[in-house]
């Protein structure tokens, strides 16, 4: 638990709790709201496991390897399998495009940089 709050994890705490709100306000207010905050929230899970993976905080394991391509597929297939996509894409950019472009990014990177010593 100590390990949820260090400095390293900054990002993912702010990224977990922006998404947890975003789920709220999207519960009563727009859909648009929802979708962000859960490509939000499954984003920094999974840049936390591949994070705690490069920092050998956790094993790098098959299983984990697999979890977090699995939520980077869960992301883009919440995006792509919507009703009237390219709808979506207009009225709604930042939950449809820039959302799952910036988890995708962040994921890649965190994953092609060098393992700390």
């Not at 709100?21 to 979708?35: D, K, Q, T, W």
């Not at 995708?104 to 393992?115: M, S």
């Amino acid at each position: 638990m100590k390990m949820m709050f260090k400095k390293s994890f900054l990002g993912t705490n702010i990224a977990l709790v922006f998404g947890l709100v975003s789920i709220v306000a999207g519960l009563s207010m727009h859909g648009e709201l929802l979708l962000l905050g859960a490509i939000s929230m499954l984003g920094s899970v999974i840049y936390r496991s591949a994070k705690k993976r490069r920092l050998k905080l956790a094993g790098s394991t098959k299983l984990r390897k697999v979890f977090e391509l699995l939520g980077m597929a869960t992301v883009w297939a919440v995006v792509l399998l919507q009703n009237n996509l390219l709808v979506n894409f207009y009225e709604h950019p930042l939950a449809n495009i820039v959302a799952p472009t910036w988890v995708t990014l962040a994921y890649i990177l965190i994953t092609i940089q060098k393992t700390q010593s």
